[in-house]
């Protein structure tokens, strides 16, 4: 299992489903800018970077190069290619602004074009992880830096004097001795003639003069067009001749099509074709799931046609799954030993002879992504040619996935990445724009495959149901001396393979065997779970439910030894240290190096002390409020939350204010570290207050918003305030976009506690605060 240590390495976890990868194509070919700096046959380079990360292990590592990702018009606007996914984290800005930056392009005259599918040219384009800068910060400084320096040769050749003596500013390169300027648009085409400069000699800026990054004065560049209504989605995509379709899927996940009637579809306005589409047998990574799609003229004529079809399905293995019988299940072999995954100490002796037991259990339920926008795809299929028009967050994972799935070449795969309305990866599975593809050829037309949100909850990959138990053990003096973690819920691996009964090494070390807190004695257990659904990605994954637990266990521990639960939070984690974690086999560090992103307790303990003192911990509370704490580090980064709570006396529950320190490293743009974490805040308190997805003989029990609420405005926290720790001079970036959601809701659930006296253990709170 060693190669499901990545999740996006599970790309590699296809080849034993025979998935292999191919060859890519061009994707700047017709961008048409006159005096273009967009040369052929671009150079493959490594960066040469400051410090180690996981880039160079995913699936076809970093790019270098400017005549990649920069073109130069000749009236000087700059356009700066996007590779990776927009979905409201501002990685479409982010990163080309990092270009820019180095480049010392005026942003005014920049302009952001998103890349197609193409890893081959561009690298690993998963936006998923919360890796984007943490992996490109270094790599799009220097191609900036490459293309500052070939305009500066450039115009030290034309001007005759020594490349030492000019300088790129300000959209501009300037010869210090004469005064002598030329704009980047007079210089764009002897640029490209020069040879892009070695990585290793590169001179990047210092960071003291730098204009836009960490900076928080730019905007995201599409914020106009989506608050105009101008944003392109993937349902706003439209094709001459297309036609569009909804499919009725199979109810139960493994479940088959037996028959079908669509005389009545039919009949319907607008109807043109019902047909079959194809499935794959579970476990098939992202495949479709197959049943019988509904072909019309516009989408609601499509969904009435399936409204009236008669079909017959065999619901397979998983047609007994019901969630009340799954959970008993899960909470006995939570109370059995299971595979032990760290151990340290005599965790059997230190909890025999413990003066006190504290033992805590805690449920969380499938969760549904329930992106705003459903899953969409258009696919235009010609003989042996496709192209896609999706909302997906794997560019080149879907590229390969839409050539395997048609057996035809990859270079003959164009995928088109429209703005994401939410991804919190769901998207980065493409089972739809595999649909629309199977659809197009067999019609011979352009085809969008419409998911409703039924069709999103019902059919979906959803985050996993877990228990977790905890086991401390106490001392006289109320030191925890021993600490037992089962963990159980299914795997995502299972997903990729059949028979998986254990999480993944990456799983588990999002807040199981990575937990820091300094005790003598630790067990982490992994006991066995069988899936019985879609296990998918989902925001922050395991962490969710591990610091749910992890963090809920210190309230508790906190309240039996009549500790303050901030203090006893920061003495369970201990003194400043890097965690060696020696028995832990396969440790999941985020694919990151643990010599640049060692588990740092003493970053940990800052964003405790910070958090503690501006969201001004202890301060006095009117009746019916409380505060609650927690910490945990995901994503190579550090986040601790306080939430204020008011709960009124017929059990209302209200988020006056939520305070968030985060320690992500360097960092590029604040504003989207503020807007993350505020996002965070608002899906942490959703889905603690209603996240829930049920079953019953192996169907989904939720439909609509109407079952699976989300928060809305009047229920959101009143105030959510972001203190981001400094960065120090060598402290690489980390993730942003994922690890403000798991904190919160223990923080909510320990600050219910202090205004209630009333400890939850399973979520979603739905009415167990009523009274």
């Known amino acids: 299992m060693n190669m499901l240590n990545h999740p996006s390495k599970l790309r590699g976890f296809e080849k034993q489903i025979k998935i292999e990868n191919v060859s890519r194509r061009s994707i700047l070919k017709g961008l048409g800018l006159a005096g273009g700096f967009v040369l052929a046959a671009p150079i493959m380079m490594r960066p040469a970077l400051a410090y180690e990360t996981g880039a160079g292990q995913m699936p076809h590592g970093t790019v270098v190069d400017p005549r990649v990702f920069v073109s130069i018009a000749s009236d000087g606007i700059v356009t700066i290619l996007a590779h990776r996914a927009e979905m409201g984290t501002g990685v479409r800005t982010s990163l080309p602004m990092i270009v820019a930056e180095e480049m010392e392009a005026d942003w005014k005259r920049v302009r952001v074009q998103q890349a197609h599918g193409d890893e081959a040219k561009f690298g690993n384009q998963d936006t998923d992880g919360s890796r984007s800068t943490r992996h490109y910060l270094m790599p799009m400084r220097q191609i900036g830096a490459s293309a500052r320096t070939m305009l500066e040769q450039a115009a030290a050749k034309r001007w005759g004097v020594p490349a030492t003596e000019v300088k790129a500013s300000n959209h501009e ?8 300027k030329l704009g980047f648009g007079e210089l764009a085409a002897d640029a490209a003639q020069q040879s892009v400069p070695s990585v290793e000699g590169l001179k990047l800026k210092d960071p003291k003069d730098f204009r836009y990054l960490g900076k928080g004065a730019i905007g995201i560049v599409d914020l106009h067009d989506i608050t105009t209504g101008a944003a392109r989605y993937g349902a706003d995509v439209r094709l001459p001749g297309m036609k569009y379709a909804v499919i009725a899927r199979p109810p139960v996940t493994g479940g088959k099509l037996v028959s079908f009637d669509g005389s009545e579809a039919m009949k319907v306005s607008g109807v043109e074709k019902v047909v079959e589409v194809k499935g794959w047998p579970w476990p098939s990574k992202f495949q479709p ?3 019988v799609a509904v072909i019309a003229r516009n989408t609601g004529a499509a969904i009435k046609g399936r409204d009236a079809l008669k079909i017959v399905w065999e619901d397979g293995p998983n047609g ?25 100490g005599d965790v059997e002796a230190a909890l025999k002879g413990a003066d006190k037991v504290i033992v805590g259990e805690y449920f969380l339920p499938h969760l549904a992504h329930v992106a705003m926008e459903p899953p969409v795809a258009v696919a235009d299929v010609k003989g042996d040619k496709a192209e896609i028009w999706a909302p997906v967050q794997s560019a080149g994972g879907t590229r390969e996935d839409v050539a395997k799935t048609l057996d035809i070449p990859q270079e003959n795969v164009t995928v088109n990445v429209t703005l994401l309305g939410g991804g919190f990866g769901r998207k980065s599975k493409c089972d739809f724009a595999l649909e629309a593809a199977l659809l197009s050829k067999e019609l011979g037309a352009p085809v969008k495959v419409q998911w409703t949100r039924e069709d999103d909850i019902h059919n979906g990959f959803l985050h996993t149901v877990s228990v977790e138990r905890i086991e401390a053990g106490l001392d006289k003096s109320g030191k925890v001396t021993a600490w037992r973690h089962r963990s159980v819920a299914p795997s995502i691996a299972s997903t990729f393979a059949a028979g998986t009964v254990h999480q993944a090494p990456f799983e588990l070390g999002m807040g199981l065997v990575d937990m820091p807190f300094e005790i003598a004695n630790v067990s982490c257990e992994n006991p066995e779970a069988a899936a019985h659904t879609r296990i998918g990605w989902f925001r922050s994954v395991s962490n969710i439910p591990r610091a749910f ?5 210190v309230g508790e521990i906190a309240h039996a030894t009549g500790r303050d639960p901030k203090e006893m939070l920061l003495e369970l984690i201990g003194s400043p240290r890097i965690l060696k974690l020696d028995s832990v086999k396969d440790l999941w560090n985020y694919g990151e190096p643990y010599d640049s992103y060692p588990i740092d307790t003493a970053r940990l303990r800052r964003v405790v002390e910070l958090v503690a003192e501006k969201g001004e911990w202890g301060r006095k509370m009117p009746k019916g409020h409380g505060l609650g704490i927690a910490a945990h580090r995901s994503f190579v980064s550090y986040i601790a939350t306080i939430i204020e709570v008011a709960v009124d006396d017929k059990g209302k529950l209200t988020v006056p204010r939520v305070d968030t320190a985060i320690d992500c490293g360097t960092y590029v743009n604040p504003e989207r570290i503020q807007s993350q974490i505020e996002g965070a805040a608002i899906m942490g308190l959703s889905l603690a207050k209603y996240g829930e997805i049920t079953f019953k003989d192996g169907k989904v029990q939720q439909k609509n918003f109407d079952d699976c609420p989300v928060i809305r405005i009047d229920e959101s926290p009143a105030v959510t305030n972001v203190h981001i720790v400094p960065p120090g ?8 976009g994922e690890p403000g959601v798991p904190p919160f809701a223990p923080a909510l659930i ?8 009333k400890r939850i253990r399973a979520l979603p709170i739905g009415k167990q605060l009523e009274t």
């Open 173 to 180: 390169v300037v010869h210090g001795a004469s005064g002598r």
């Open 289 to 291: 799931l197959g049943g």
């Open 320 to 344: 007994k799954y019901e969630s009340g019988a799954y959970r008993k299940e899960l909470e006995e072999a939570a109370r059995k030993p299971g595979l032990v995954v760290r151990k340290e």
């Open 549 to 553: 637990a992890v963090q809920s266990m």
């Open 729 to 736: 001079p060598d402290t690489p970036p980390s993730g942003v």
């Open 750 to 757: 320990n600050a219910i506690f202090a205004a209630t006296g």
